[in-house]
C-alpha cells in the first residue's frame, strides 16, 4: 500500500475522468497503487458474484448467510442487534473480498405496494434512520463501506428509472429524507447512492441541491456519490451535481464525455478533481481497512441469524393464551411455506442463503408429539382436495398451525403489487381449517404489508415475521413453543383495507409522475389523523408476559428532552418490551400528525422485575420544516409526550415546555394584521396606530377576537383601503421598527 496519498493534481484529466466510473460490474478502477475498490449487493447478506454479473438476483453468488431482510430486522427494534448483524455483515464481505456492502435500504414505505418494501425498514423516518444508523455502525465497524440507499424519494418500482416524484419541502424533509439525514450524521457511510428517479423534476443523479446542498452542505457528508446501478442519465450534468461514481462501470466512452466537457469550457476541471478526489478517498478507506482476513465462523453467522429472525417475530394475537404451544399437543402442520419457507424477496438484494431451516423440521424437533403436515395449498391437482386433506389433519390434532405468505412472485426489485391481499386460496384454507379447529395459528411471511382481517377474525393467534432470513424457521419454532418470548413490533401499519392507506390515489403515479398528495401523512400519521380503524397498529406486538408502566417523567437536559419511567415485568415469564415514545404538540402554527415516534428503546426484563428506561428525545427532532425560511424551526410552547407499548397504546403521557427558536421571518408590506399583532414589536405599535387612525374603534383590534378574526387576513398594505388614517409613512416605519431586530441579529 502507498504510503503518500495520490495527489489528484498530478494525474492527467484522463486519468481523473476515468476515476469517476467503474472498471467493471462490481469494481472501481485502481490508482496509483491503491487496489480497485469493490462494491456488492447487500444488504441482508453478501451477494459476492465471482462469475457472473447482474443486478437482478439471478446469476449465481458465493454461499453467505442469509440475515432477515429489513422488512423482517426492522420488527426488532432493537439497535444492538442490528449492529451485530452490521459487524457480521462486516466479517462476510471482507473474506470474500468485498469493500462495501450496497444498503442499508432507509426509503420509506410510502405505500404497502411498493415492490422493494421488503428491503425498506419502515414507514417512520426515525425508526428507519436509528435502526439504518446502528446497521451503517456495526459494518463499518468491521472495516466495510456501507452505501445509504437510494437518495431519494424511491417509493416506487413502476416506472422507476423516468418517474419523478414530485414531494412538498415539508415532506421531503421530514419523511423522505429524514431517515438518510440520521443515518449520515449519525454514522458517515463511506458512500450514499443515490436514486434512478427524479426528484421535483430532476434526476436525482443530476440533482445538484440534493447532492451538494442538502448532502454535504447540511448534512456534512464527506464519502463518495455512487450512482444506483444505470443510474446516469447525462454523466457530465451529474458530475457536475456531485455524482463521483457512475456504476457499473465498463463503459469508457463516458469518461470521454467528461473531458470532452472540459475541454469545451461546459465542465469546470475543478469539479473533476474534486470527484476524483472522492474516489481516491474511498479507495484509500478501502486500502485502510484491508488487513488480514480471518475465516468466518458460518456456524456462528447462522446462530446470529436465529436470534435476528426470533426477535423479528411479531405476536398479533393470542387469543385465549394458545401460544405457547403445550409439548404435548398433537399438531397439524399446514402449507407450503412449512417446508419451504418463503424468508427473501427477489431482485439484486436476493443472497445464496449458506443454509437454511426448515420450519417443520424444526418443529418436529422441539416436540415428542404426533406432528402432521399436509400442504394446504398450491400443491399440484385439486385445490379441494388439498383443502380437505388439511382441515381432516386439523380436526384430528390439537392445534392447526396454518403458514401463509406471499410467494417469490409476489414481491420483488422492479414491479409493484397490485393489491395487498393475500392468495384466495390461501383464505379458503384457513377459514375451513379456522371453522374445524379453534386452536388455529396464523404463521405469515411476506416482504410487504398485507390485509389482514380476515386471518385475525378466523385464527386464534397470529405470528407475523415479515421476513425472516435463513434461520426463520428456528425462530419461528422457537417462539411457537414459548423458547423465545415474543419482542417483535410492527415497522409499518396493517390497514384494514388498501382503499385507506394515505398514497391510494396517488400510487404508483402516471405518465411518469407521482404526486405525493399525501404530505407528511405517512403511515401512522395518516391512520391516526383520519381515525381510521386499522387491524394491527404501528409499533404493535404482544408477548407471553405483561408489562406495567409507571409513570413517566420529562425534562429538558443538554439540548434534548429525557424522558424516563419504570417499566415492570408483571406476568408468568421472562420477557423484553419495545418502549416506544410518541409526541405531539397540540398548538401549532402548522399542520401536525397526532403523534410522531420521536425515540424508542428496548428493554430485557426477567419476571418480577422493574427497569428504570431513559429515553432521550434530541430536540432537533421535534422541529418541522418551514418552507418559508427553508430551514427547521423548533416551535415554542407545550409538548405532550406519549409512552406506550405500540402507537395506539400509549400507557403514561407528561407535558413539556420548550423555548422554541423562531421562524424569523421579517415582516413586510404583504404581512397579515394578524402577523403584525402576533410580532413583539409591531403588535403593540399597529395597535396605537390602529386607534389613532379609528378613535371610533378603541382598542378593537386588541381586545375583540372577533374583529380581528374577520380583518386578520388583510395584507398590512392594503389597511390603508379601509382606514385612511394609516398612512404609508407610517407603515413603513413600523417596518422598520419591527425588522430592526432581525437585521442585528444577521
Ligand atoms: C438496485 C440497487 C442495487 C444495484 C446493484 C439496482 O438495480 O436498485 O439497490 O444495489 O442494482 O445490484
Redo the contacts with the bound molecule.
Sequence with gaps: MPDDPVDVTSVTLEAKAALGSGQSFWRTKAVGGLPAVVLT??PHGVRAQADAAD?FGVAGSAPATCFPPAAGLAQSWDRGLVERVGAALADEARSLGVNVL?GPGVNIKRDPRCGRNFEYLSEDPILSGMLGASWVNGLQGGGVGASV??LAANNAESDRMRSDSRVEPRALREIYLKSFERVVTESQPWTVMCSYNKINGVYASENRWLLTDVLRHQWGFTGAVVS??GAVNDRVAAMAAGLDLAMPGGDPSLDDEVIAAVAAGDLDEATVDETAGRVIGLLRRAADNSGPVEAVDLDAHHALAREAASRSVALLKNAGGVLPLAPDRRLAVIGRFATEPHYQGGG?SRVNAARVDIPLDEIRSRTAADVTCTAGFGAEGDPAHARADAVAAARAADVAVVFLGLSDLDES?GYDRDDIDLPEEQLHLLAAVAEVQPHTVAVLSHGGVVRLDDVDRRAAAVLDGGLLGQGGGAAVADVLFGVVNPSGRLAETVPVRLEDVPSFLNFPGEHSHVLYGEGIHVGYRWYDARAFEVTYPFGHGLSYTTFGYGSVEARTEDGAIRVALPVSNTGPRDGREVVQVYVSKAASDVQRPPQELKGFQVVDLPRGSTSMVVIRIALEDLAYWDDRVDDWVLEGGDYTIRVGSSSRDIRCTTDVRLEGDGPRIALSENSTIAEVLAHPVAGPLFTAMARQAMPAMPDALSSDGELVKMVGSIPLHRIRRFAGGIGQTAIDRLLQQANQPLDGQQ
Design positions: 449487493d447487500g443486478n450496497l440507499k437510494h444506483d446501478w439484486s426489485e
